[in-house]
């Protein structure tokens, strides 16, 4: 409709994804975000496609502390409490 | 918590150690060369902890105050060994553009009625294969590729859960920072997974 709106391509719009998840968009860049996502497919999909990257590595355990190294921190730590 | 480590609790400190540990090493990874020397800036960062629990005076959170002494000498021990570009990576992360999706996807700038619109545009992943195991062994891999900053934001945010405020002051970067980093890191790695999930289609 404004001419904001037409002015935000698609290679302009995938750079502005991650702001527009972490809700850092001003309200007029949102607007147009959103506005160019539900007419355009392609961009709808790429958003979604993000959504599930996200969502993807959530799944990802969280990586873990050697058994080695444990266990010399732990040594640290005896003798550190038996200062 | 605090409190329990002073009185020495062994418990206490193995929990801080199991909840902390592999994040300290991956933000050691941005200003020191190799695994073996972050590993020592980590054990350095839990006996500087311990000496410095008695002091530590509650004004910023634990977490903060834990990564501020990782970050100071992981800095020391990265100038040592004069590894001084990684700093432009958390600090100037701009100064590098890189695009989140390769420039021959779209249209030409020029093009007489949809510049930079799709010129193959992404296409609906199979759900299936979303959840099988290879997949995310392939997000496994594209993590781990990754340069050392947008590696240990992408995991503190998306793997560790952590939010943006608590990556940032880990860190010691600003907002901005924080989401140009992520959005490379998530970037690359919605690409891997395209590369990956679109080739046997």
């Known amino acids: 409709m404004s001419a904001s709106i037409e002015q935000l391509s698609c290679q302009e719009l995938v750079e502005l994804v991650t702001d527009y998840l972490e809700g850092a968009l001003p309200e007029r860049e949102r607007d147009s975000f959103e506005h160019h996502i539900e007419g355009c497919k392609g961009c709808h999909e790429y958003v979604r496609q993000m959504r599930e990257t996200i969502e993807l590595t959530g799944t990802l355990a969280p990586a873990d502390i050697s058994p080695e190294a444990e266990a010399a921190l732990l040594s640290a730590f005896r003798d550190w409490t038996s200062r | ?201």
Do not use: C
């Open chain 2, 1 to 201: 918590m605090i409190a329990a480590l002073r009185a020495r609790d062994e418990r206490v400190f193995a929990e801080l150690m199991r909840m902390y540990n592999a994040s300290l090493l991956r933000v050691a990874l941005i200003y020191v060369a190799t695994r073996a020397v972050a590993e020592d800036v980590v054990q350095e960062t839990w006996i500087g902890v311990l000496n410095g629990i008695d002091r530590f005076e509650g004004r910023s959170s634990l977490k903060t105050w834990i990564f501020r002494i990782l970050t100071n000498i992981a800095k020391t021990r990265g100038q040592r060994e004069r590894r001084t570009v990684p700093f432009s990576a958390l600090e100037r992360p701009d100064a590098v553009p890189e695009a989140a999706v390769d420039a021959d996807r779209f249209l030409p700038p020029d093009h007489e009625r949809w510049p930079g619109h799709w010129a193959s545009r992404p296409e609906p992943w199979p759900e299936e294969r979303l959840l099988a195991a290879e997949t995310r062994a392939v997000v496994e891999r594209a993590i781990d590729e990754l340069p050392p900053a947008q590696r240990a934001v992408i995991s503190l945010r998306d793997i560790e859960g952590w939010s943006s405020d608590e990556a940032r002051n880990a860190l010691g970067i600003s907002e901005t920072n924080q989401r140009v980093l992520l959005h490379r890191a998530r970037s690359k790695v919605r690409q891997a997974l395209e590369d990956y999930l679109t080739e046997a289609m």
